[in-house]
Nanobody
Framework: EVQLVESGGGLVQTGGSLRLSCAASGFTFGGYTIAWFRQAPGKEREGLSCISDNDDNTFSVDSVKGRFTISIDNNKNTVYLQMNNLKPEDTAVYYC?????????????????????????WGKGTLVTVSS
């Protein structure tokens, strides 16, 4: 059974940091792009960052560049999202997802935004709350 399990969420003060983990089972990351999304209450789901194969093959949306860093550990089948200088507007449920579409990373780089179209597997999410 394919599973993605997020962890690492919690309550943090403004300016603090968290590292989210996305652990995969039932498949290996080879050939997949792993992405992080978030959804705040009353808002649409927003794509943040994605990675394929190694730490040099990534994309992040402008709103999180310089604060959020995505990385991958293929030996552990885990993707991480290091989040620094957190703000109250970062409060959301954070999801990881996997796309087997070979052109996904190229597509989002060209568009400059991340779409959730083409995601084959989703985790259940982890809640991040940033207090002011």
């Amino acid at each position: 059974e394919v599973q993605l399990v997020e962890s690492g969420g919690g309550l943090v003060q403004t300016g603090g940091s968290l590292r989210l983990s996305c652990a995969a089972s039932g498949f290996t990351f080879g050939g997949y792009t792993i992405a992080w999304f978030r959804q705040a209450p009353g808002k649409e789901r927003e794509g943040l960052s994605c990675i394929s194969d190694n730490d040099d093959n990534t994309f992040s949306v402008d709103s999180v560049k310089g604060r959020f860093t995505i990385s991958i550990d293929n030996n552990k089948n885990t993707v991480y999202l290091q989040m620094n200088n957190l703000k109250p507007e970062d409060t959301a449920v954070y999801y990881c997802a996997a796309s087997g579409q070979p052109a996904y990373l190229t597509l989002v780089r060209g568009m400059g935004v991340m779409t959730d179209y083409g995601m084959d597997h989703w985790g259940k999410g982890t809640l991040v709350t940033v207090s002011s």
